[in-house]
Each structure stands twice: as C-alpha cells, then as structure tokens.
C-alpha cells in the first residue's frame, strides 16, 4: 500500500522568499512520485514528476525537487516565490509495479504569496 | 495544446437520483481515471479504465458506480442512485501509453447531492 504526508495544510511565504512544501511517501515499491498544481476553478496541472532516473527534478514555472530515498522524501522547492505561484500543491506517488498506474495523494497544501 | 474536458462543471442532484459525469479525454490517450475529492480531504482513486474494460477500481467504487467508454471519445461516471456523501468534486484524467506515466487531468465537475 502506499500512502502520502504532506505537512503544512497551508504554507505562507514573502514574495521573493523560497518556497519549501514538504512531502513524505511511503510505498512497498520504488515509487515514481509527483507533484501537481491546482489553480482556482481549474484542474490539476503536473509541476514535475520523479521516474527513477535523476534524483533532483526541474519543472514548470522554476520548481523542482528532491527524491531523498533514505528519508522517504520529495520535497519541492523554488528558490523565488511569485506571486503567480499562489495556488493548492499535491504530492502523489505511483506504484512502479504492475497496475494501472492509480496515484495516491497528499492532502494538499495551500500556498498564499504575500506582497 | 490538448487537455482533458469535463461537463458539467457543477450539478447539483437530489439525493437517490441517477448522475451522469462526463469527460472528453485527450485524443489518442489510452487508459482514463476517476478521482474524486471530498471537500477538505485527499484526491481519491476511483477507477482506471483500459481497453474498454476496467483495469483496477478502489473500495470506493461499489455497484452503485460505473463507467462507460459510449463513443470512442467520451468517458463517463454514472452514480445510479446518489447519496449525501456522494458529493465531491470528480475529476477525470487521461494516459497516453504504459511509458508514459503523466496523467492529464481534467477540471472537475462539482457534485451536490441535497
């Protein structure tokens, strides 16, 4: 079974500042994991993806992550929030296994950028 | 650029009615997923839908629900008889190949049921 912890239900940052948003995973198999964006009124938009090759991962809008095996972590990163980056974040993971390649999430955190 | 649609946006149904959730994949995509989301809480697998049958479902996914590829492009949720809980945001998404692992998602369609 896998599962995902996200800590912070809601993250508020400088604009300018560096935005962390943590994810812990836990999966009985090598994972791929995920990070999406959901905008107001909008749907979920994949931020970047971690597929067992490079252990830091760039993605959209400047973002990027670390697959920390030895601490089960896939933390995100920017080292410049904008304004623009206001929005839900979600952590999932998918099992490598054979499957249908379902994801499981996080809760969500919330990300508000302050001016 | 392609992207996954999804209708209604909002529907708003009396609870033990029949809801039909609709949702266009992306074009040449071949595996299609249900999710849904509580208010407040996590993004829930439903189901994945491959080969005009279904893949996988999750506990959620009981004989009230099912799915239907009708037309080659539509993908649909029926819920048969609607219940209180039932009413989430239910978002579709779609998969291109098996080496591909990206889903698209769709923007949701936001279920009451009263």
């Not at chain 1, 974040?89 to 099992?95: E, S, W």
């Not at chain 2, 149904?13 to 595996?31: A, D, F, K, W």
């Not at chain 2, 492009?73 to 048969?80: A, D, E, P, Q, Y």
């Not at chain 2, 809980?85 to 936001?110: K, L």
Request: neutral net charge; glycine residues 6%; hydrophobic residues 35%.
């Amino acid at each position: 079974a896998q599962s995902v912890t996200q800590l912070g239900s809601h993250v508020s940052v400088s604009e300018g500042a560096l935005v962390l948003l943590r994810c812990n995973y836990s999966s009985s198999v090598p994972p791929y994991l995920f990070w999406y964006v959901q905008y107001p009124n909008q749907g979920l938009q994949l931020l970047l993806k971690y597929t067992s090759a490079a252990t830091l991962v760039k993605g959209i809008n400047g973002f990027e992550a670390e697959f920390k095996k030895s601490e089960t972590s896939f933390h995100l990163t920017k080292p410049s929030a904008h304004m623009s980056d206001a929005a839900e974040y979600f952590c999932a993971v998918m099992g490598s296994g054979a499957g249908s390649y379902q994801l499981t999430f996080g809760k969500g955190t919330k990300l508000s950028v302050i001016p | 650029e392609p992207e996954v649609t999804q209708t209604p946006s909002h529907q708003v149904t009396q609870m033990g009615q029949e809801v039909i959730l609709r949702c266009v994949p992306i074009s040449n995509h071949l595996y299609f997923y249900w999710y849904r989301q509580i208010l407040g809480q996590k993004v829930e697998f439903l189901v994945s839908f491959y080969n005009n049958e279904i893949s996988e479902k999750s506990e959620i996914f009981d004989d009230q629900f099912s799915v239907e590829r009708p037309d080659g492009s539509n993908f649909t949720l029926k819920i048969r008889s609607t219940k209180l809980e039932d009413s989430a945001m239910y978002f579709c998404a779609s998969r291109d190949r098996v080496s591909s692992y990206e889903q698209y998602f769709g923007p949701g369609t936001r279920l009451t049921v009263t």
